[in-house]
């Protein structure tokens, strides 16, 4: 009787690594194999940007036009990308994966807003502060993202870029984030508790 409660529990701890193994593996090979696009991001809520140890993304291309806004949420929408002078922007969203180019998946969710699958970004603790002043800083072209898309569509946040430089959160800790201008951020003023 022994014998089948462990071969039941080696077989669950086995089925639960391969299944991590197989999701680690997949977001390597598309950061290994995917197209890099460079996409802009913008301030989803001032009040609640950064919570615990990650940041929430929102990006400029995550509006679903008007023609969509009936689609109902979890709806595959693929949007296809061209490169501009600094950030990859949007040309068409189509219900069908197009069969050439480059374009990444997103889901529909509230609000006519796309979900690619890259709205957090993890960041040690302490460091958030700097992206959500540079988020919020009055410069729309403060904060970008890098990121691999593979031949599907999917999305795997390669870097963070603040004012174009890779957001390093070990030099955070130990010096002020520069602007576009070369000067220091000023700190923002933290809202009272009560208004966030």
Same mark, same amino acid.
């Given at each position: 009787?022994?014998?089948?409660? #462990? &071969?039941?529990?080696?077989? *669950?701890?086995? &089925?639960?690594? @391969?299944? #991590? ?27 609640? @940007? ?10 400029? $291309? ?8 009936? #689609? ?5 929408? +693929? /949007?296809? #990308? ?22 990444? &998946? ?11 699958? *890259?709205?957090? +970004?993890? /960041? ?5 502060? $700097? ?15 890098? &990121? ?8 795997? $946040?390669? %870097? @963070? ?13 130990? %010096? ?8 220091? *951020? ?8 009560? /208004?966030?």
């Amino acid at each position: 009787m022994k014998g089948k409660y #462990l &071969a039941g529990f080696i077989t *669950i701890v086995g &089925a639960q690594l @391969l299944l #991590l193994l197989g999701m680690i593996g997949f977001n390597e090979y598309t950061l290994q194999t995917g197209a890099s696009v460079v996409l802009q991001t913008q301030p989803v809520d001032p009040r609640s @940007l950064f919570q615990g140890d990650y940041v929430v993304l929102g990006y400029k $291309i995550d509006q679903a036009p008007g023609y969509l806004a009936d #689609l109902t949420p979890g709806t595959r929408v +693929y /949007v296809t #990308l061209v490169a501009g002078p600094e950030v990859w922007e949007a040309q068409q969203y189509l219900l069908e994966r197009p069969s050439q180019g480059t374009y990444i &998946a997103g889901a529909m969710s509230g609000n006519r807003r796309l979900d690619f699958g *890259i709205g957090t +970004y993890f /960041v040690p603790e302490g460091t958030g502060r $700097i992206i959500e002043q540079a988020m919020f800083s009055g410069d729309p072209m403060a904060v970008k993202v890098r &990121a691999a898309v593979d031949r599907n569509g999917k999305a795997v $946040i390669q %870097e @963070l870029l603040v004012y174009g430089k890779p957001f390093d959160p070990r030099a955070s800790l130990q %010096e002020p984030t520069p602007g576009p201008d070369g000067q220091p *951020i000023p700190p923002q003023p933290t809202p009272p508790e009560s /208004v966030r």
